[in-house]
């Protein structure tokens, strides 16, 4: 999420979300805080979207339910947030507008234009800005692709807002390690026809849903070898849905077909496209490879076609899922075997393009880790942006920028809001602490019965144990520990020190060291103590 502000107008561009790390455990989403926009609601005049991936629409449903603004984006990306604000029941009140490679949205110090680029998904766009200082451009996220799919990117457009001047650029760093021009999608499109032609048996084609060429390329390969097509997986059948609608996605009448009907054609005449490319848990092509899907096994003969290379994080699955798919006697081809994906985002060469259509004074690159945003700083030195004039952010900086001067200013409230099922909350390190604590080593619950009266011990402490060590193996651990508990309690008790909390904490204390002394590792030590009067 980022925004501009030019005194009494904020416009906001793209409201994504973020996956998990792998330590955050119990995490379901993590979205943009929205604090700042929150207390400078009045003057948050619209929100932009670039377009319609996850990281750049998927914080919408929960940021919308804290700010009130219109939203503008290109068709397709209107019609998947239109979807998901439907199932987050926020449609009704939220204003939608459709915005073309024509379209000028001007407010009174600010108006933005746009331009057409090339990325994974149609319809995206690059955003420019005029502010009374100069113009601030936003690209999104893109490559170059001379021989695209659809649309090729406006880099007429380009060159013109960068003839006029640009004072500041915010460019996709993501391949920025990466030589060359990244590959073009007719390359893809090349592959898939061939080993569409190739193959014998029924096919499994698995992608990113939101890659809406790559499935009309799938659908073109599907058409020439005479084969029918099932889609299975929810996003898949929800990009297919709205991707016809919208005129992005063609099939010929009578092609799809249901996924129960599959086993009615010969193999050779089926192609199944399905999501899981990721090796998501719950996704269609994970649970296939794990003989967990419903309604689709996988056979010998059949050929399963990875279609994306694993984001860094995923590998470990998807490889998982491709050994199980041999072992099932299938052929996988995955990106590591054949150009049968192309990135969206572009290498050096496209970059450096970039950084030449646009020349700008101030260079801010963005979208991706930190060695990427450095290394994209390289890459505009080169191109004589001069060092002082380059500013790798952090969440919640502001850059101050004036027509002869860019400078740091004083941060905004900023960081990552967890999403767990229906719960929306600040970052709460204590609670993802005792997550990673209870997940590796397990619970102790110490549970201690005193009389209520007269502070005497009636049973315990007893220590009940979940997910630690193997109890029935370890007896005497357990004995001298609730030997150590007894004498714990008993002394405080006895001494009359402190309340029952100071008792939990010391009793907790003395027991961890005692577990780490033994066992080198950290239960989570829970004390309970129950009072009861006689
Ligand atoms: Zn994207
Ligand atoms: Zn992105």
Redesign the pocket.
């Known amino acids: 999420m980022y925004c501009i502000q030019y005194q009494d107008e904020i416009i906001v561009i793209?409201v994504?979300l973020k996956f998990p790390d792998d330590d955050m455990l119990g995490i379901d989403l993590v979205i943009p805080d929205a604090t700042y926009l929150v207390e400078n609601q009045d003057k948050v005049k619209a929100i932009f979207l670039t377009?319609g991936?996850e990281?750049?629409i998927g914080g919408l449903p929960y940021v919308l339910k804290q700010i009130k603004a219109p939203i503008y984006g290109a068709a397709l990306t209107i019609g998947l947030v239109k979807a998901k604000l439907e199932e987050h029941g926020l449609l009704s009140d939220q204003q939608l507008n459709v915005i073309n490679d024509d379209s000028i949205i001007s407010f009174e110090h600010l108006s933005v234009a746009f331009f057409r680029t090339n990325h994974s998904i149609p319809d995206s766009f690059g955003l420019a800005v005029t502010t009374p200082q100069g113009v601030i451009v936003q690209t999104?996220?893109f490559k170059f692709d001379f021989t695209p799919f659809g649309k090729p990117s406006d880099m007429a457009k380009m060159a013109q807002i960068g003839k006029r001047g640009v004072l500041a650029l915010l460019s996709?760093s993501?391949n920025s390690e990466k030589e060359g021009f990244t590959p073009s999608e007719k390359i893809v499109g090349d592959s898939i026809r061939e080993l569409f032609l190739r193959c014998e048996g029924r096919i499994l084609f698995a992608t990113f849903a939101s890659n809406v060429h790559r499935l009309q390329q799938v659908v073109e390969a599907a058409i020439l070898c005479n084969r029918k097509l099932a889609v299975i997986g929810r996003s898949m059948e929800k990009v297919f849905l709205i991707g016809q609608d919208l005129g992005y996605i063609r099939v010929p009448e009578g092609m799809i077909i249901d996924i129960r009907d599959v086993n009615k054609y010969a193999a050779d005449k089926v192609v199944i496209i399905c999501t899981g490319s990721q090796g998501e848990p719950n996704a269609a092509l994970t649970r296939i490879a794990h003989g967990s899907h419903r309604l689709v096994e996988v056979n010998p003969g059949d050929t399963i076609i990875y279609s994306a290379s694993p984001i860094p994080g995923n590998a470990k699955n998807v490889y998982r899922s491709i050994d199980l798919l041999f072992r099932a006697g299938a052929d996988v081809i995955h990106g590591s075997i054949l150009d049968i994906h192309a990135s969206g985002?572009g290498c050096q060469e496209d970059l450096k393009l970039m950084l030449n259509l646009m020349k700008p004074k101030y260079f801010i690159p963005i979208?991706g880790e930190h060695r990427m945003l450095v290394q994209h700083t390289r890459l505009a030195e080169q191109l004589g942006v001069q060092t002082q004039n380059i500013f790798i952010l952090n969440i919640g900086n502001v850059l101050q920028v004036t027509r002869d001067k860019a400078q740091l200013g004083a941060n905004v409230a900023s960081g990552n809001v967890f999403v767990e099922g229906r719960v929306v909350s600040k970052v709460d390190t204590g609670i993802l602490d005792q997550r990673r604590k209870l997940s590796k080593s397990g619970l102790l619950i110490v549970v201690t019965t005193i009389n209520k009266n007269n502070n005497q011990i009636l049973s315990g402490p007893n220590i009940v144990s979940r997910g630690f060590v193997y109890v029935r193996d370890s007896g005497e651990l357990m004995r001298t520990a609730e030997r150590l508990a007894l004498r714990t309690v008993g002394r405080m008790i006895e001494h009359k020190e402190g309340t029952i909390e100071d008792w939990k904490e010391r009793l907790s204390a003395e027991l961890t060291t005692f577990f780490f002394e033994r066992t080198e590792r950290e239960p989570m030590i829970m004390p309970v103590f129950m009072e009861v009067s006689t």
């Open positions: 793209d994504g377009h991936h990281d750049h999104g996220d996709d993501t985002h979208h």
